[in-house]
């Protein structure tokens, strides 16, 4: 296996038995009254990878917002690192796949209802004028956005097709 290969690649064998070691130390702290144990680097680490690895996939590669759904799918993924049973399932990297995959799609649900409340904002207040490239039109003259917008689309007709 090649060195990038191996880059973002997780053994879920070994990612099995770690999980199954961190639960023995869960039940172990429970018993003794202790607190809970952190997870540990290697479980942290098969995390990361597989958000990340899963944030190059054609569907969410284009979103500037790209490393707040890693954060969100690894957040996640601690949160719910208990409900992973192993009696039930031996495939870890599945199980937590799914977590990521459901925070990235989340995550993008609340990005856009910002976006629209942000458009919506611009709209209601005419600030959206603001956003047009004074060196296309003298918006001077223009009251409201859809004056500016009709401008700059006669003046591209004018310029031709060629130049769009």
């Given at each position: 296996m090649?060195k990038?290969?191996s880059?973002?690649?997780?053994?879920?064998k070994?990612?099995?038995?770690?999980?199954v070691?961190y639960?023995?130390?869960?039940l172990?702290?429970?018993?003794n009254?202790?607190?809970?144990?952190?997870?540990t680097?290697?479980?942290?680490?098969c995390?990361?990878?597989?958000?990340?690895h899963?944030?190059?996939?054609?569907?969410?590669?284009?979103?500037?917002f790209?490393e707040?759904?890693?954060?969100d799918?690894?957040e996640?993924?601690?949160?719910?690192?208990d409900?992973f049973?192993p009696?039930?399932?031996?495939?870890?990297?599945?199980?937590?796949?799914?977590?990521i995959?459901?925070?990235f799609?989340r995550?993008?649900?609340k990005e856009?209802?910002?976006l629209?409340?942000k458009n919506?904002?611009?709209?209601?207040?005419g600030?959206?004028?603001?956003?047009v490239?004074?060196?296309?039109?003298?918006?001077?003259n223009?009251?409201?956005y859809?004056?500016?917008?009709?401008?700059?689309?006669?003046?591209?007709?004018?310029?031709?097709?060629n130049n769009?």
């Amino acid at each position: 296996m090649s060195k990038k290969q191996s880059e973002h690649y997780v053994n879920n064998k070994d990612f099995l038995d770690a999980l199954v070691e961190y639960k023995k130390k869960i039940l172990e702290a429970e018993e003794n009254g202790s607190p809970r144990p952190q997870i540990t680097n290697y479980i942290g680490e098969c995390f990361l990878k597989i958000a990340t690895h899963l944030s190059y996939r054609p569907n969410f590669v284009n979103y500037i917002f790209r490393e707040d759904m890693i954060c969100d799918g690894i957040e996640n993924c601690i949160q719910y690192v208990d409900r992973f049973n192993p009696e039930k399932s031996t495939n870890p990297f599945a199980y937590f796949t799914q977590i990521i995959y459901y925070a990235f799609l989340r995550r993008i649900q609340k990005e856009k209802k910002q976006l629209d409340i942000k458009n919506k904002i611009l709209e209601k207040t005419g600030y959206d004028q603001v956003f047009v490239n004074d060196n296309t039109v003298d918006n001077s003259n223009y009251s409201d956005y859809n004056s500016i917008k009709d401008a700059v689309y006669s003046k591209l007709r004018g310029m031709g097709s060629n130049n769009l």
